[in-house]
């Protein structure tokens, strides 16, 4: 079933992920997996917002007890196909950047994922491009219940320095073409997407500012650095999974 409700806004992302479909390794939501199974109680809900194609829903519908699964995206193509990839599952058109998110999704649940969205969220400058990742953290806390969690899978990496240095230098070759530049392999790239990166301290201190919120649990996998970022200044690569629950009202 989807709501056809638009987002209106997330437009440059949304250009993006209609004509590009990434596949991202499932071994980054190992955490995730390992919390549901754990904690997750008959009746429990869940909304993955920026949910693609489907992928990470089916992992979860095949690996944790959460039965109630539902997908959220700006992508019409994509939740058609999350649609066939999870059976069952209820998709929703819209943004994190929506300021009525609550309407798009229409009821709250016992777990909200946003799974590698954040640094998708980018304005004209890196503080602009961190106010809309604070405005989509809190859109989406406000889906989460009362004694239920948000989780926040995101790439990290270090120093901010460098990361902003490859924030300018992607949006400034993306005035120049709209086609994605690859360096030396796929993920070695400037041009579209323009991304704005947290670390993973960074990342904590975020959602530890989100009203009633408790750090359940925190994980930083790192990752080995290619070459080619060293170059750059990147010191640090890493998936960061953090789970943070909600105490209150």
């Known amino acids: ?26 071994g980054r939501y190992e955490a995730v997996v390992a919390f549901l199974r754990e904690h ?5 809900s869940l909304l993955d917002i920026g949910c693609g194609a489907g992928n990470v829903l089916k992992l979860l519908a095949e690996n944790s007890p959460v039965r109630d699964l539902n997908g959220l995206d700006v992508s019409a193509s994509y939740l058609t196909k999350c649609a066939a990839a999870v059976p069952g599952c209820t998709t929703h058109l819209g943004s994190i950047l929506d300021p009525g998110l609550h309407a798009v999704a229409g009821r709250r649940f016992t777990y909200v994922l946003v799974g590698a969205v954040l640094h998708h969220l980018v ?3 890196r503080a602009e491009s961190l106010r809309l990742a604070q405005q989509g953290l809190r859109n989406a806390w406000s889906l989460v219940e009362p004694g239920g969690a948000l989780i926040i899978m995101e790439p990290t990496f270090r120093p901010h320095g460098a990361m902003s240095m490859v924030f300018y230098v992607k949006r400034l070759v993306s005035r120049v073409t709209s086609r994605r530049v690859a ?14 990166y947290f670390s993973h301290e960074e990342l904590n201190y975020q959602a530890s500012r989100l009203p009633h919120a408790k750090l359940v649990s925190g994980i930083k996998k790192t990752k080995s650095l290619p070459a080619i970022w060293r170059l750059a200044g990147v010191s640090e690569r890493a998936d960061s999974v953090l789970i943070v629950g909600k105490t209150g009202e």
């Open 123 to 125: 304005g004209g400058t």
């Open 1 to 26: 079933m989807t709501d056809a409700a638009s987002s209106g806004r997330d437009e440059r992302t949304q250009r993006y992920f209609d004509q590009n479909t990434p596949t991202y390794s499932l």
């Open 183 to 196: 360096i030396l392999g796929y993920w070695n790239n400037l041009g579209e997407p323009v991304v704005s």
């Open 40 to 44: 997750a109680a008959p009746g429990a």
